[in-house]
């Protein structure tokens, strides 16, 4: 089983997840496909899962492939792991919040953070 994260990603690289993205996931998405086809261009392999999966839905099987391929790429070569996570975090948070669920996410400095999806009857007080 692969990363939920890699998942998204190939998934979108696939491109029928690509529509759920909003302006910002597509544009990430386009630095995610940029990198990965720099990479292709040097692995057959690489190449070839890309193109097996294209214009498939994410459940399929070609999808999961590619989803192993870049996990493959991710373990051989950390630094392009970290562009690709770097580059892909608001493709992966988009998908992850397609359809009826929410996603809290919280990025920097704060003494006191609530997050949810419902409040009923809560007071803040200080």
């Known amino acids: 089983m692969t990363d939920p994260f890699l998942d998204s990603i190939a998934a979108a690289l696939a491109g029928q997840a690509a529509?759920?993205?909003?302006s910002a996931g597509s544009a990430?998405?386009?630095?995610?496909r940029e990198l990965v086809r720099g990479k292709s261009e040097a692995d057959p392999r690489t190449e070839a899962a890309l193109e097996a999966a294209e214009d498939r839905p994410a459940d399929h099987p070609k999808v999961s492939a590619l989803a192993e391929r870049l996990e493959q790429l991710e373990h051989d070569d950390p630094e392009f792991g970290a562009r690709l996570r770097e580059a892909g975090e608001p493709v992966h948070q988009q998908l992850r919040a397609t359809g009826n669920r929410t996603v809290n996410q919280f990025n920097g400095n704060a003494h006191n953070v609530v997050q949810g999806e419902t409040f009923d009857?809560?007071?803040f007080n200080g």
């Open 121 to 123: 009857r809560i007071e």
């Open 28 to 32: 990430a998405l386009a630095k995610v």
């Open 19 to 22: 529509a759920a993205l909003g």
